[in-house]
């Protein structure tokens, strides 16, 4: 049995995550920044700010984990674009403590650290070498990136959708099928292109990861993507919602403080060879995570 800490355990990915990981018989310790964490289970909790190099150290010394999976960060992009100071501290600076330990106490730890597709840009499907850095909070991601090459780690860019179990955190797709059941207007852009994966298949994935073992860094998508418009029209489609009050346009007049890359598609073929896997369509993610929020109702 494989002790596992998961960092940010609270997150729109963690809530998902660790209940998955407990009932496959893993051994998950959670990090929350605060003591009594609602919605956590109370056994295994280790409270702690990661930014801090003495907290994070007595952390890891408890719970001294064979694999850390970080979804501790920042993951605001307009906030990143704000306040850089914070967007460092919480996308690099707890990498950087993560790392340092898994040295000092000379673990063989696995870190999987979970990056982004904003570290890319133009219009191609894009392969791991080809990064180009728009707004910090690409920035910083990446420089945690940078950060966990130091140690045994998997590094894996990806981006997701699927029901939230997060207080307060909504997923594109909670909003969208929000927005659509109750005929609320809103504009979806058709001039931003993304490969993201259901929340489902990411944590599969990430299981298959931990297994493997394979160090690098590895882009994580669905196949073919498609623009954001394009997804939600097809949502709307798998549901059976009309889509009569949406309507597409481009990103231009968004009031955004930071850049928004327009072309995330990513080549996850190198995953796909390493880890021996075939990774879904997007059209087929949608189709499956459309059947999760039919039962949900």
Known sequence: MKKILVTGAQGLL?????????????????????????GT??????????TKPEQACISLEKVFPEVIINLAALTDVDECEKNPQKAYLANVRIVENLTKWIVKSENECHLVQ???????????????????????????KYAGELAAGSVHSTILRTNFFGQSLSPGRVSLSDWLVESLRKEKEITVFNDISFTPLSIQSLIQMIELTINKRHSGTYNLGSKSGMTKSDFAFTLAKAL???????????????????????DMRMNSSLFEDVFDVELPTLIQEVESIASV????G
């Open 14 to 38: 963690g809530r998902t995550l660790v209940p998955y990981f407990r009932e496959y018989g893993y051994d998950v310790w959670c990090h929350a920044r605060s003591e009594g964490t609602k």
């Open 41 to 50: 289970e109370e056994h295994n909790i280790v409270s702690a700010d990661l």
């Open 114 to 140: 979970i990056s982004t597709d904003q570290v890319y840009d133009g219009s191609k499907l894009h392969t791991e070498d080809e990064i180009t850095l728009t707004n910090y909070y690409g920035f910083s």
């Open 240 to 262: 059976g919602l009309s889509a009569k009050t949406m309507s597409s346009n481009t990103s231009e007049n968004a009031k955004f403080t930071a850049y928004r890359p327009k």
């Open 293 to 296: 929020y039919k039962f949900e």
